[in-house]
Nanobody, 124 residues
Framework: QVQLVESGGGLVQAGGSLRLSCATS????????MGWFRQAPGKEREFVAQ????????HYADSVKGRFTISSDVGKKTVYLQMNSLVPEDTAVYYC?????????????????WGQGTQVTVSS
């Protein structure tokens, strides 16, 4: 079992920044890929960013490219999502996910483990 706990969400004005953290515990594997997804009310869960623990595979959704940065700290077993230049359309519950995937994947079904989510609200 793998446990994922997100933190760092909150309310921010448009143009502001937030940093989300995802602390992992349990039977984590260095082969796992870590992902961030988000889900706004009435919408499907959508891919945001992906990273593997070695950091040599990083992928972003087009909607966040250039504004968001995903990173990982192997020693702390934590993945981060730095979000800059936030816009109201970024408002959603953000989820951390882990899966034993190969290469780039944006499909939620490829991830086995999920956190409980953290709310991000961007006001205009």
């Amino acid at each position: 079992q793998v446990q994922l706990v997100e933190s760092g969400g909150g309310l921010v004005q448009a143009g502001g920044s937030l940093r989300l953290s995802c602390a992992t515990s349990g039977r984590t594997s260095s082969t796992y890929t870590m992902g961030w997804f988000r889900q706004a009310p009435g919408k499907e869960r959508e891919f945001v960013a992906q990273i593997n623990w070695s950091g040599d595979i990083i992928h972003y959704a087009d909607s966040v490219k250039g504004r968001f940065t995903i990173s990982s700290d192997v020693g702390k077993k934590t993945v981060y999502l730095q979000m800059n230049s936030l816009v109201p359309e970024d408002t959603a519950v953000y989820y951390c996910a882990a899966g034993n995937v190969v290469g780039v994947t944006t499909r939620p079904t490829d991830y086995y483990y999920w956190g409980q989510g953290t709310q991000v609200t961007v006001s205009s």
